[in-house]
């Protein structure tokens, strides 16, 4: 029996802020904007897949004011959230969104793992002002691993489940 899980990510950027301020922010997928996991043995079932920096992201985050000083929102965050409150599969089967549990790595405020929810989870706080291009994040993806929270696929119905996830990059 094989499962499949297809993610699409949609990008947000922000502009402005507040007159004065002149906050550029940018998020660009470069690599890994969806993921496939296929289940097809006792053992990934058991112990589930994890596809270690996977989705490589790159940050732009500067905020200015007109005279040409720091902003009052000199760091930024990195949120993910699914659109939906379950993984869907083609046959009418569900799965929790914490199958899936992230992480964010390549900034010091990474916040660990973290599972998928369909509220904003924070991946990162506290990410400092970057240099334009200058800053990469990957995406590491667990599903059906069990880090944080029993999420065994065991005795799931097979299917072919899709979600979409959003990451948003704002102020901090």
Known sequence: MNKLLIVVFVILFFGNYAAGQNTTSRLTIESGGSVNFYFNS???????????????????????????????????????????????????????????????????????????????????????????????????YNCGKSILTPNSLIGKNPDHYVIDIVFTLGRN
């Open 42 to 140: 006792l053992e990934k079932y058991k112990n589930g897949i994890t596809y270690t920096d996977w989705t490589k992201l790159r940050i732009y985050y500067n905020d200015t004011t007109d005279a040409g000083g720091i902003g009052i929102y000199p760091t930024w965050k990195l949120d993910v959230k699914a659109l939906s409150p379950t993984i869907d599969g083609d046959a009418g089967n569900t799965l929790n969104l914490n199958t899936i549990e992230l992480e964010a790595t390549g900034n010091p405020g990474s916040t660990g793992v973290q599972a998928l929810s369909n509220i904003d989870v924070s991946l990162i706080t506290g990410g400092a002002i970057t240099a334009p291009a200058a800053t990469v994040i990957f995406i590491t």
